[in-house]
């Protein structure tokens, strides 16, 4: 059962990762693109700036669970199940 689950979870960890980067790459592109417009556009900044953070989270998230499945230690695990 082991070996099914294996190679979704590479395949979603990936994912995962591939979208966060893609995520950081869109917001700093807003940032910088709408810094040139002054006050119009400040919520989109704002906005762009928490997705920044949300794809920090998104990489630390996909690298830590990629990190997990290809050594086979269930670190998450014993840390989030441990209270």
């Known amino acids: 059962m082991v070996a099914k689950i294996r190679p979704y979870g590479i395949i979603i960890m990936s994912l995962i990762l591939i979208f966060s980067f893609i995520h950081l ?33 998104g990489m630390l998230v996909g690298t830590i669970g990629l990190f997990c499945i290809l050594t086979d230690q269930k670190l998450l695990g014993k840390f989030l199940f441990n209270f």
């Open 25 to 57: 790459g869109v917001g700093i592109a807003i940032i910088s693109k709408d810094r040139s417009y002054g006050g119009i556009f400040h919520p989109e900044i704002g906005l762009s700036a928490a997705n920044i953070v949300i794809s920090f989270f």
